[in-house]
C-alpha cells in the first residue's frame, strides 16, 4: 500500500521560508516522479514542481520557479520543497504527489498523471 505523508506546513510571513517534505513508502521511490500541487482557497488545484528520482530532472510552474527548490533523498524515500521569498498567494493546502517518470513533457502538470497522493499540509503566508 503506498502512502505519502506530508510535513512542515504552517504559518510565515510574507518573504519568509518553508521546507516541506514528503515520506514516501510503499512505492520504488528510486524510480518514480515526485509531484508537488497546491489548492488555495476557491481555486483548483494546481501543479507546482515536479522531480524524476532516478536523474533529480526538476520541473516548476512559472509562478514558483527561482523561489521553490524540489529535491528528493532517495536512501530516505523523501521529496522535499524549498520554499522561499513566499507571498500571501502561496498560501494553500500542499499535497505530494507521486506518478510516472514516463509521463510526457506536456502532461506533467495534468493530475491524473499521478497515482497517489498525500493528505495535505497548510501553508498561510501572512502580509
Known amino acids: 500500500q503506498v502512502q505519502l505523508v506530508e510535513s512542515g506546513g504552517g504559518l510565515v510571513q510574507d518573504g519568509g521560508s518553508l521546507r516541506l517534505s514528503c515520506a514516501a513508502s510503499g512505492l520504488t521511490f528510486g524510480r518514480s516522479a515526485m509531484g508537488w500541487f497546491r489548492q488555495a482557497p476557491g481555486k483548483e488545484r494546481e501543479f507546482v514542481a515536479r522531480?524524476?528520482?532516478?536523474?533529480?530532472?526538476?520541473y516548476y510552474s512559472n509562478s514558483v520557479k527561482g523561489r521553490f527548490t524540489i529535491s528528493r533523498e532517495n536512501a530516505k524515500s523523501t521529496v522535499y520543497l524549498q520554499m522561499n521569498s513566499l507571498k500571501p498567494e502561496d498560501t494553500a493546502v500542499y499535497y505530494c504527489?507521486?506518478?510516472?517518470?514516463?509521463?510526457?513533457?506536456?502532461?506533467?502538470?495534468?493530475?491524473?498523471?499521478?497515482?497517489?497522493w498525500g493528505h495535505g499540509t497548510q501553508v498561510t503566508v501572512s502580509s
Open positions: 504527489a507521486a506518478g510516472r517518470p514516463s509521463t510526457i513533457f506536456s502532461q506533467i502538470a495534468v493530475e491524473s498523471e499521478y497515482d497517489y
Open positions: 522531480i524524476l528520482t532516478s536523474t533529480g530532472r526538476t
